[in-house]
């Protein structure tokens, strides 16, 4: 059974940071492209970062560029999301969804990817 289970939520004032981490099992993540999306209460979900299945090949959404680093470890077939100066307004529920694309590609919507976590919470509050 594929699955992807997301750890490291929590609790961090303004200004702080976290590091969110996406481990897969039952299968391998080599082939597949990692995303981290984001839903806060009464809004969509909206895309947060993006990487391909080699790492090479990252992107990142406006709001984020600058304090948010995407990352993963194929070995340990676990994703990454470092996230420093952390705003209220990053105050979320945190997914990793994953999709099987070709080296280097990755997916920047949350209807192309096939396998989802279940979350993490996020609260940024003083």
């Known amino acids: 059974q594929l699955q992807l289970v997301e750890s490291g939520g929590g609790l961090v004032q303004p200004g702080g940071s ?3 981490s996406c481990v897969a099992s039952g ?17 969509e979900r909206e895309g947060v970062s993006y990487i391909g299945n080699s790492g090479s090949y990252t992107d990142y959404e406006d709001s984020v560029k ?21 705003k ?22 949350a209807w192309q990817y096939d396998y989802w976590g279940q979350g993490t919470q996020v609260t940024v509050s003083s």
């Open 27 to 43: 299968f391998t993540l080599d082939y597949y492209a990692i995303g981290w999306f984001r839903q806060a209460p009464g809004k």
């Open 66 to 86: 600058g304090r948010f680093t995407i990352s993963r470890d194929n070995a340990k077939s676990t994703a990454y999301l470092q996230m420093n100066s952390l």
């Open 88 to 109: 209220p307004e990053d105050t979320a529920v945190y997914y990793c969804a994953a999709v099987a694309l070709e080296y280097g590609l990755i997916a920047t919507m």
């Open 18 to 20: 976290l590091r969110l």
